[in-house]
């Protein structure tokens, strides 16, 4: 009997250590952590040189979601998935670009920890912060839609007018109960058009000054008379008789 319970023991000890996986990337979560940042603009050094945490974020939210049937595999993966994100968030500056999208992961794991009153309130900040994050609407849509319809639908609504052509958004509208046409859209207004300036009118070149003189001195004179010679009869004769 003692044997048997050691034997037990033994594998028990086996499996548990053979749950966890050791902490160094995979070839795939390697994979999938470049993509997630491919065609992104790195340009920002002192932030982005913290950006490996957010890989660890990401892989080991998808080691959590494989791992939903041992607890302490699960809890150990979410742990270290929250570290990720949260590390990125206290090392990077505010203005920093891909912030919003850390702190929607970060919900997202929070989520998956059943931590949902702490996951709503981040996916707040972000559609607060960043309108265009469809995934935030979903999630907050789903979180109150058995407990606030009304609140669910509007705020699905809210996520179309910022996203309009967004086909999640619009299948969980009607799920909703929201009736048809979608809501409007938010159109940024035009600037007013600022009216061109009046055509200016072409100037005739000036004339040059001994023009003018010459043209004024011609006007004021009277053409002088060509002299009389000769008689009515032959007047290019000027001693002819008449």
């Not at 979560?29 to 940042?37: F, P, Q, T, V």
């Not at 090392?91 to 891909?98: A, G, L, W």
């Not at 707040?124 to 265009?132: A, I, R």
């Not at 040059?208 to 008689?231: C, L, M, Q, R, Y």
């Amino acid at each position: 009997m003692k044997f048997i319970l050691l034997a037990l023991a033994g594998l028990l000890a086996t499996d548990s250590a053979l749950a966890l996986q050791p902490f160094a990337r995979t070839a795939a979560e390697d994979a999938m952590c470049r993509a997630s940042i491919a065609g992104r603009d790195t340009s920002d050094k002192r932030n982005w040189e913290h950006m490996h945490h957010y890989c660890d974020g990401l892989r080991f939210y998808n080691r959590a979601v494989a791992s939903t049937r041992d607890r302490n595999e699960f809890k150990y993966n979410i742990q270290l998935s929250l570290g990720g994100f949260d590390y990125v968030l206290s090392h990077t500056s505010p203005d920093f670009n891909m912030r919003p999208e850390v702190i929607a992961n970060k919900a997202r794991t929070l989520a998956l920890a059943e931590r949902k009153a702490e996951a709503v309130t981040l996916y707040t900040g972000v559609v607060q912060q960043t309108p265009d994050y469809v995934p935030a609407y979903l999630y907050l849509a789903d979180y109150y839609a058995s407990s606030d319809r009304k609140k669910a639908l509007s705020l699905v609504s809210d996520g179309l007018r910022h996203n309009p052509d967004t086909k999640s958004l619009q299948r969980r509208y009607q799920e909703l109960g929201g009736k048809l046409p979608y809501p409007e859209p938010l159109v940024q207004a035009a600037p007013p058009e600022t009216a061109p300036p009046p055509a200016e009118e072409p100037v005739a070149a000036a004339a040059a000054p001994s023009e003018v003189d010459s043209a004024a001195k011609t006007a004021a004179e009277p053409a002088a008379e060509k002299p009389k010679i000769g008689s009515p009869k032959n007047p290019y004769c000027r001693f002819c008789p008449d």
